[in-house]
């Protein structure tokens, strides 16, 4: 039997936080159940095993993903993005979970939602969700992170040679966003919720981006306890619904994962 707290948590519950404060990767480094040693040992491969259908390879640090789009006339269109993957400059340099998820479901919407539009994804790591959005037509995606993802970004850029839509920048959640950053039509964050001291200042990125017609998709994997004081924070200033027109969601699901879509209160 648990031993019990005075607040009423478990005495699991309160040294899973405690090594959470210690060690706010750990969570990241789960895979399969099992934890690994360090992100240098997560494998993109492993971290993509979610969806079933989606195809890829990965040869020297150099993944290819691709996403089948179905056509009215019952025909389907492949959507390539080829990225560097690199564990070095941080979690970001590999593919998530969320971040394969969220790609998937804009190959679902297609060309069709993301046409003329103006982009920024939060967070973006090797810039993947990004990418697709900008092979699916937007009209300029802003793909951002903290510094020492930029060069893995940009590079990811140039392979799928998408330098004439994909602007990349340094967006450190909490500070002010550069005012050569355009107000975005649609924001995209995937796996974005993982360390608390970062929760406040997320949601205060979100809150100076958003505006009244600004759609923002936000995938992520729940992980911890914790990830219940983000949405508390975040419930002060959006709302927001599931996404339920993915065939994928049970699959996803399945595995703590969540599209969301944020609205933000008036
Ligand atoms: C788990 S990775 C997800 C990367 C990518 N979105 C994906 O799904 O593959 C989390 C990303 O958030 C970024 N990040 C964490 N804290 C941040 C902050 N304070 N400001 C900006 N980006 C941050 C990390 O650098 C990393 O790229």
Redesign the pocket.
Known sequence: MNAQHPDGADQDGTDEERLDIIDPLRH?RMVNGQENTGTEDLASSELLAVLPDQKYSIHNKTLQLTYLQEQNNDSSEAISVTLTVDAS????????????I?SSYLVLKGHAYLKGKNVL??????G??GLVAAKLGAKSVWI???K??LDIMQQNVSINQLNSSCIVAE????TAVSASIPRPDIIL????V??EP?FP??VQ?LSDLVGDNTDVLF?YKKRRKADRRFFAMLKKKFTWTQVEDDPNRMIYNREAITLIRLSKLS
Do not use: I, K, R
């Open positions: 990241l400059p941080g979690c970001g340099g590999v593919v998530w979970p969320a971040g394969q969220l994804e939060l967070g973006s790591g090797t993947l969700v951002t992170d903290q020492p993802l967006l450190d959640w909490g964050a995937a796996d974005c993982y360390f970062a200042l997320l990125t995938c």
